[in-house]
């Protein structure tokens, strides 16, 4: 049982928690006596709480180096190598999760993040993700990340990078590598319509992990008087559990189909509409209405997204790992808020803790550590580390 008699944070204490998750991690070093350690953290943090540029974050802290050196110290100080940063990146993800996170098995989202990029490749174009035109570009930097969905438990586990070459099969094989090395038991993983594919669900059967993902449906529609192929012919059937075996070549797989429904209000004329959902699964049980509410919880990843938008740094550098280097701050912010819940201002015992979100929202976590990078700043000596309480 856990103590609950002090519930209270400060904004040096959430400064102070923050700034020793980075400077814990290998991500930033000092270069030079100008652009310490601690100094490149506190620009950093505040350009993230700020979702400016870090030109911007200079130019607010007249104490500061200028934005050139910073730029160039967070480049000099990244490795040469994608796999050593995808390593500093997911230890520093987790380097402050509760040591009873691993003493049970959590359903875990996976999902894949485009985000659009509107110039030319740093080196190669393989650095760039092509797919649908959106927000005026065929062009993105995708990111692939898995998340606990449990309420309040949202931790990012691991983040990678995903250029051009690799395939879906890749990406979801890479994410379950770095959850295996955290040591992470996973109950049901949970997917976006995107990975139903064959490799994907080649994978997880051969990894022995249960799944659940919607299906999209492919094969030739019917016309003309020849039949349908694929899953169209599913759309007719009513409520309850299918078999299905895919194919893709000379390879097959077979998994179990579920069809449900939900009604909802058409957001024109307000009239309740029933929409029939699909969904694949596989180790997976449970009435249509479980499933359904169960695919549910998927969308706690999304909200991880809208989260790590409102404290992304903002930039038009063509370096895809800085870009990289970017989101992840982003992403670490959200890790330490969540955390921060876990450890501070939740109540109960450790496995069934009682979550007051509203004590600390995300966005009032940002303005405490802007106002303490200004403090940091605005003191005789900025170069002076930060030591947590």
């Known amino acids: 049982m856990r103590s609950r008699m002090y519930c209270h944070v400060s904004r040096a204490q959430v400064y102070a928690w923050t700034s020793a998750v980075l400077a814990e991690g290998k991500l930033f070093q000092d270069h030079g006596w100008r652009c310490t350690q601690t100094v490149l953290i506190g620009i950093v943090l505040r350009a993230a709480a700020r979702c400016i540029s870090l030109s911007a974050a200079c130019r607010d802290l007249p104490q500061g180096p200028s934005d050139q050196a910073v730029m160039t110290a967070l480049e000099d100080g990244l490795p040469r190598k994608l796999a050593t940063l ?16 691993l003493r049970r098995k959590w359903e875990v989202a996976i999902d894949l993040h485009l985000s659009p990029y509107y110039g030319q490749p740093h080196k190669t174009k393989n650095e760039l993700y092509y797919g649908k035109p959106r ?42 590598a770095k959850i295996r090395e955290i040591g992470l038991k996973i ?52 409520a309850g559990w299918y078999s299905h075996t895919m194919k893709n070549r000379k390879r097959q797989v077979t998994l179990r189909i579920c069809v449900g429904y939900r009604r909802h209000k058409h957001r024109k004329d307000g ?44 930039t038009c550098t063509r370096q895809p790992l ?50 303490e990078v200004l403090l940091l700043f605005s003191s005789p000596s900025p170069r002076c580390a930060a030591t947590p309480p």
């Open 135 to 176: 927000l005026g570009t065929k062009h993105f930097h995708a990111y692939a990340t898995a998340c606990i969905t449990s309420r309040g438990e949202r931790y990012t586990l691991a983040l990678i990078w995903v250029r051009r070459h690799e395939t879906m099969a890749v990406a979801v094989r890479r994410l379950l």
């Open 322 to 371: 800085l870009r990289l280097l970017f989101v992840a701050v982003a992403l670490i912010l959200r890790n330490v808020w969540v955390w921060i819940h876990h450890t501070q201002l939740a109540t109960g015992p450790w496995h069934a803790p009682v979550f007051h979100l509203e004590q600390l929202r995300f966005e009032q976590m940002l303005d405490w550590i802007v106002h």
């Open 187 to 238: 109950k049901c993983l949970l997917l976006d319509r995107a990975f139903f594919s064959v490799p994907v669900v080649e994978l997880l059967q051969a990894e022995n992990i249960p799944f659940l993902m919607p299906v999209m449906l492919r094969g030739r529609p019917p016309k003309n008087r020849r039949q349908a192929t694929g899953l169209r012919w599913i759309k007719r059937q009513k």
């Open 271 to 314: 009239k309740q509409r029933k929409q029939k959902l699909l969904f694949a699964a596989w180790r997976v049980s449970g009435s249509p209405v479980e499933i359904r509410e169960r695919y549910r919880k998927r969308f706690g990843i999304e909200t991880s997204y809208r989260q790590m938008r409102q404290a992304r740094i903002y």
């Open 86 to 101: 995808e390593g500093w990146i997911n230890q520093t993800l987790l380097s402050r999760r509760p040591r009873w996170l």
